[in-house]
């Protein structure tokens, strides 16, 4: 099977981390066996020549994965209407949701593409049933709908059992420190009100972003005690899987999030899980805290957080969930679909 990727994200020698998730779903695809090309691009004229450059060696796809709506869903529809190629659409973007609110500032002009690309798709994949609603909520209709979870690396699965290693806990929390969507300073508010009734845990900020230094800034600020904080920059995957092997629970404070991959890697490696209700979180988490809480009452918001590291059983009765992410059963699952596609019976 031959199978086209349009994407806006990707890997490349500028951000090895963006799209990294579009990168994995082509691993798993070709690991069963498809023959699969990807345009990167977020304009519409390079997306046509890419396109022009493949066509001249004679390459036609079976099915096309549009990977967002977004300009390029000019070409599945093209593609469509020209060569009576199918596509599906896996959708990431969080500006459908309420809490983000960029689709609804769209004009009426590019809300009529975006429903118009997906009205054609043979079938809508969000990676979480959260998504699917926004998109609903916000006009978006499709032919079929259907979840699709991010691919999570091996080398994140944690099979011993954790042991005690010492009386310090350490919580960890990983994030691209965009404020607005993470509410990193939601979290430093609740450690630094947890700092002054115990010193016994750490807590380590893993990633970069745009908002990084302000949040450093602000944790400089709350002066939290000396020893506490441990700040890493960003990391290889490898690195964040070795310090989810190293952690008592993982924290994520977002205010949303369209999937948290960190989530799923964090099932992998088996790590107690304290989130906002985001993303995948009420299935995978073993801790959900409240949104009001974690953004504006870190009195509560601390009490979570020791519920997780002190007051909780261990992971060794916790269930071993880590063969939802992996690269077989999710590659296998969009074969599935793009079979589906090419007989029509979705």
């Known amino acids: ?198 010193q016994d845990w750490s807590l380590v900020l893993v990633g970069t972003g745009v908002d990084y230094r302000d949040v450093r800034a602000y944790a400089d600020a709350l002066e939290i005690p000396e020893g506490l904080l441990r700040w890493t920059g960003e990391l290889t995957p490898q690195e964040v899987a070795n310090e989810m092997h190293r952690a008592d629970a993982l924290i994520l404070s977002s205010r949303y999030e369209t999937y948290g991959v960190v989530l799923a890697e964090a099932v992998t490696a088996r790590l107690p899980i304290l989130s906002t209700p985001v993303g995948i979180a009420e299935e995978v988490a073993d801790l959900i805290v409240p949104q009001e809480v974690a953004v504006s009452k870190p009195g509560r918001f601390a009490e979570f957080i020791e519920t997780i590291l002190f007051h909780q059983e261990r992971l060794d009765k916790k269930p071993d969930c880590s063969e939802r992410f992996t690269a077989e059963r999710i590659g296998q699952h969009l074969m599935d679909i793009y079979d589906s596609c090419l007989h029509r019976d979705i």
């Open 1 to 198: 099977m031959r199978v086209l990727f349009l994407t806006p994200w990707y890997p490349s020698d500028t951000d090895a981390m963006s799209g990294l998730f579009v990168q994995k779903h082509v691993e798993a695809v070709r690991a069963q066996g498809a023959e699969v090309r990807v345009i990167f691009s977020q304009g519409w004229r390079d997306t046509w020549n890419q396109w022009r450059a493949i066509e001249r060696e004679g390459w036609l796809p079976d099915v096309v994965q549009l990977n967002v709506i977004q300009k390029q869903g000019l070409l599945a529809l093209w593609l469509k209407r020209r060569f009576a190629i199918p596509y599906i659409i896996i959708e990431h973007w969080s500006g459908y949701l309420p809490q983000n609110g960029q689709f609804r500032q769209m004009s009426s002009l590019q809300k009529r593409f975006y429903q118009r690309i997906a009205s054609q798709a043979e079938m809508i994949l969000t990676v979480s049933p959260a998504l699917q609603r926004a998109m609903q909520s916000n006009g978006i209709e499709a032919k079929a709908w259907g979840t699709i979870d991010n691919v999570v690396d091996e080398f994140f699965k944690f099979s011993e059992f954790r042991s005690k290693h010492s009386e310090k806990k350490t919580l960890l929390h990983v994030s691209c420190f965009d404020e607005k969507a993470k509410n990193v300073k939601g979290l430093l508010r609740a450690a630094k009100m947890l700092s002054e009734r115990r």
